[in-house]
């Protein structure tokens, strides 16, 4: 398998500008996670799917922030309108499993700088 | 407040030492205990897991042990490689996946 596949690597944009982020996890997977990364405040969960319904997006920060799974093999993090604060890591991450016991696999990340 | 303490916050050791990383916790109930390596500009990549019931993991040159009791974890790497320079965090999770505490990494810098 080729691991959870995130795109696009890098991404730079203007404040205010839309973006998209897309994760494909481990196929069989029925676990997807979004997770950010700062230096300031590490790894965060922002959001977690089962079976492609959102279970927990209290880590979402605000409105301008949405993710959606509309099937097994796709999900997508959107951030709209981008501002310079949203600049970090963001990790996709796949498991199989309930109960937070499942071995946890992730993406390579996107790094987004917001201008 | 965090309720996963990692330490040190960094460390450089020389080629072939060994050393150990630290991880204290106040997750409650609690159901594992994770470390994950974090190569720079890669994605975290798991190195053991460990339940209750468990008091040490190995994985390669890697040691991980755990203490439920006392909420304290280590890992131990053995005869250190350049490879290892990393970011090493410690996750423990308290039986859900919207409830997994990640501390904030001890970055190890091992020198030739």
């Known amino acids: 398998d080729a691991g959870v596949i995130q795109s696009p690597r890098h991404e730079v944009t203007e404040m205010g500008q839309e973006v998209t982020l897309r994760c494909k996890p481990i196929?069989?997977?029925?676990?997807l996670f979004w997770y950010r990364q700062t230096m300031m405040r590490g790894l965060e969960l922002l959001i977690y799917?089962?079976?492609?319904?959102?279970?927990?997006d209290s880590g979402m920060p605000e409105d301008r922030f949405s993710a959606k799974m509309p099937n097994a093999s796709f999900s997508t993090l959107k951030i709209q309108p981008s501002e310079p604060r949203d600049s970090a890591v963001y990790f996709c991450?796949?498991?199989?499993?309930?109960?937070?016991?499942?071995?946890?696999?992730f993406g390579e990340g996107s790094r987004l700088t917001v201008l | 407040k965090n309720q996963v303490e990692q330490s040190p916050q960094s460390l450089i050791i020389l080629e072939g030492k060994n050393c150990t990383l630290q991880?204290?916790?106040?997750?409650?109930?609690?159901?594992?205990l994770r470390w994950y390596k974090q190569d720079t500009g890669r994605g975290p990549v798991s190195l053991t897991i460990m339940t209750f019931s468990e008091n040490t993991k190995s994985n390669g040159r890697y040691t991980a042990t755990l203490d439920a009791d006392t909420k304290q974890s280590s890992l131990h790497i053995t005869a250190s490689q350049l490879s290892d320079s990393a970011s090493y965090i410690c996750?423990?999770?308290?039986?859900?996946?919207?409830?997994?505490?990640f501390g904030a990494g001890t970055q190890v810098v091992v020198t030739p």
């Open positions: 991880c204290n916790y106040t997750v409650s109930p609690f159901s594992n």
């Open positions: 799917f089962n079976n492609n319904v959102p279970i927990d």
């Open positions: 996750v423990v999770s308290a039986r859900s996946w919207g409830k997994l505490q």
């Open positions: 991450a796949s498991s199989y499993g309930q109960g937070g016991t499942g071995e946890l696999f």
């Open positions: 196929s069989g997977h029925d676990y």
